[in-house]
């Protein structure tokens, strides 16, 4: 049966691999770069970029992504060639400061009447937004030439829990970003990478499940909450943000798999029906399997190939699929289905069908994506 969330779970101990809390990200960040030649690491601001962002940003749109540490690889383990330029992150489930952001511009753009503009990206939550704003306007009273986009593709939250905020970023913006990067990297300019980044988000969608939430590294041992006794939370945001609702007994994997399918591709739920899927029958789709931290590919790889089944009895063909951990939260058991719902054949829009499977294609040298 499902029960709303409760508020109050008991707890355990659970252990962190860290030496001083306060200094996780750097030392992460520091392992990363020095073991990638593509990227390179600053220190004071806890931003990796590119290696050869010098050459690359006189004559390319360079792209951001930020957000707050804890959800490893994103997004510094997507930076490279034909990927990001930049990424910024804050402290352990907290945002950068428009200092760290305002800095990764200036990076991208130490000429800015010359550039040709930076995307900025990051998952709907209100410091990230608050902060990018904040060092969006003073760099667009500097000159700089900076197109920002906050996304929110959690199918849980919906419009009526979401209101004017909206729903919660997971991994959807991890999706548009492997396309509108690509288009960066071949000329594209900034209007176009930024009308695509949009238009991806307006047809994706994110669902996750959890069997427990998460713990903050503040110490080597802390405590982290526990759900009852054979049941898992349908929903959780990547923070441990309640969630849709808690399930006991914990359902097979197919059922589970069939439940959260429907919350991304029914279209009579006017609440939730975010994936503008027309039930024609011959649609087709992009599948992310998102690890939430400690899921392994194996279990991954056997609920994509429900998922996959699962689109295929209503009509929805995968296409292209990628899995593994890409937006963690620490070491959270638990994972995700983000479906990007490709355009159609003849359908209006920034970008074509045919178009979207080369930038999906397009190799990458980065530390942590999944060609």
């Known amino acids: ?61 360079t792209t951001i992504g930020f957000a707050g540490g804890g959800h490893e690889p994103m997004f510094s383990g997507f930076v ?19 200092a760290q952001i305002f800095r990764a511009i200036q990076l991208c753009q130490p000429t800015p009447s010359s550039s040709p503009g930076t995307l900025i990206v990051c998952g709907n939550y209100t410091g990230d ?40 970023g997971l991994s959807g913006h991890v999706v548009a970003l492997k396309v509108v990067c690509a288009l960066a990297d071949m000329g594209e300019g900034l209007g176009r990478v930024g009308d695509v980044m949009e238009w991806i988000a307006g047809n994706s969608g994110t669902i996750a ?18 759900l009852p006794p054979s049941t898992i939370e349908l929903g959780l945001g990547c923070h441990g943000e309640p969630g849709l609702r808690q399930i006991s007994p914990i359902p097979s994997p197919s059922s589970l798999t069939s439940e959260m399918i429907n919350l991304l591709t029914n279209t009579s739920d006017t609440d939730r029906a975010f994936i503008p899927f027309t039930g024609a029958g011959n649609e087709q789709a992009i599948l992310l399997v998102n690890s939430s931290g400690s899921t392994s590919d194996e279990v ?32 959270q058991s638990g994972f995700g289905f983000t479906v990007w719902r490709l355009p159609e054949g003849g359908e209006k829009g920034p970008l074509s069908r045919e178009e979207a499977l080369r930038c999906w294609d397009r190799r990458v040298e980065t530390a942590a994506w999944r060609q």
Do not use: W
């Open 209 to 226: 499940v959890a069997f427990d939430r998460v713990a903050l590294p503040n110490n080597i041992i802390t405590e982290i909450q526990t």
């Open 300 to 331: 991954l790889a056997a609920f994509a190939e429900l998922a996959i089944e699962e689109l295929k009895t209503k009509g929805i063909e995968v296409v292209r699929m990628t899995l593994g951990p890409m937006v963690t939260s620490l070491k």
């Open 129 to 168: 937004i608050l902060n990018a704003g904040l060092a969006i306007t003073r760099a667009t009273a500097a000159g700089y030439k900076v197109r920002f986009i906050p996304i929110g593709d959690d199918v849980a939250v919906g419009r009526k829990k979401g209101g004017k905020v909206g729903r919660r």
């Open 80 to 98: 490279g060639p034909s990927f990001l330029s930049c990424s910024v992150s804050g402290n352990i489930f907290a945002s950068p400061t428009a």
């Open 1 to 61: 049966m499902a029960t709303e969330t409760q508020t109050k779970q008991p707890t355990k101990e659970t252990f962190h691999f860290i030496n001083d809390p306060a200094d996780a990200i750097n030392e992460a960040a520091i392992g990363l770069t020095e073991h990638n030649l593509n990227l390179s690491y600053e220190v004071a601001h806890k931003i990796v970029y590119r290696s050869d962002l010098a050459s690359f940003r006189k004559d390319h749109v």
